[in-house]
């Protein structure tokens, strides 16, 4: 299903201004494929047909719902595993050794999607921080109502916890429900989520109170950004963090700010990044 040119060219300009992605000419498949269920939930006859929906409503539900639809991601628990054990045996001791016994350490999932990589981070954390459940502070933020409230229920399928969750930790740190699992709630309180625009100059004040952050995790997110959005990101996210903070991004991702300065720091021949 092919999009005319003016149609597309309003489509990507959208998405841009609202959620800062970058959909080149070529990536056109990213609209067919991640749009198409819309098109069938309101019986829309083509993309051509949603793009004009939404251009003559782009504060309304269905253009809410198209930034839903190409923002939301899969992931999965403990994605490529190198980040949590940065935080194992570096990030955390650093800052425990750093900060001394019970004071709290606040931490950022800045594009949380459905939770797992917060709940990575926290049962990293109970596993290697000593008082984790008091001291450790998690923010979840993203841009998806659908992917918040599924973070906010932390209630996942079989499936899902097939994915990444050791068994271990499964039985340990969750509460079985039918065929589905939910993070015992009494951990579920270590973690908040809250809608967030990176690209937003508003981000401030989404976060504020719940740093500043010892910690952000930025992964995979800034590829779908131009250059010059990518810089911006990273200032905002540095004007969140203490100094001597670690950023995690991307195994390709680079902390580069226009204002930020930041220290590479290798762990396992992969980059982690730190607030100078």
């Known amino acids: 299903m092919s999009m005319t040119d003016r149609e597309f060219g309003y489509m990507s300009t959208f998405l841009l201004k609202s959620s800062g992605i970058v959909v080149p000419k070529d990536k056109m498949y990213l609209l067919r494929s991640r749009l198409q269920p819309l098109l069938r939930k309101h019986k829309i006859e083509s993309l051509d047909s949603l793009a004009k929906a939404v251009r003559s409503n782009e ?3 269905l253009a809410h719902e198209v930034v839903d639809a190409m923002t939301t991601n899969e992931t999965l628990f403990f994605r490529d595993q190198y980040p949590y054990e940065a935080l194992k045996t570096l990030v955390f001791p650093e800052i425990v050794h750093s900060k001394g016994v019970g004071k709290g350490i606040n ?16 049962l990293t954390a109970l596993e290697s921080v000593p008082q984790a459940d008091r001291r450790i502070h998690i923010l979840g933020t993203d841009l998806s109502d659908e992917a918040l409230a599924y973070a906010t229920a932390a209630l996942y399928t079989q499936m899902e916890v097939q994915r990444g969750m050791p068994v271990k930790m499964l039985v340990r740190f969750f509460n079985q429900e039918g065929s589905n699992w939910r993070i015992r709630p009494e951990l579920q309180v270590m973690m908040k989520f809250k809608k967030g625009n990176l690209v937003s100059d508003q981000l401030a004040g989404t976060v504020r109170g719940h740093g500043p952050f ?7 997110v800034l590829i779908y950004f131009t250059v010059e959005e990518r810089k911006r990101v990273i200032d905002r996210i540095a004007a969140n963090m203490i100094k001597g903070g670690y950023l995690i991004t991307g195994a390709t991702e680079v902390a580069q700010g226009v204002r930020s300065q930041w220290e590479m720091v290798s762990f396992k021949n992969k980059r982690l990044w730190k607030l100078l």
């Open 214 to 220: 010892d910690v952000v995790f930025l992964r995979n």
């Open 107 to 122: 931490i950022w999932s800045a594009a949380s999607s459905r939770g797992q990589e917060a709940i990575s981070i926290m």
């Open 59 to 61: 504060m309304g539900a």
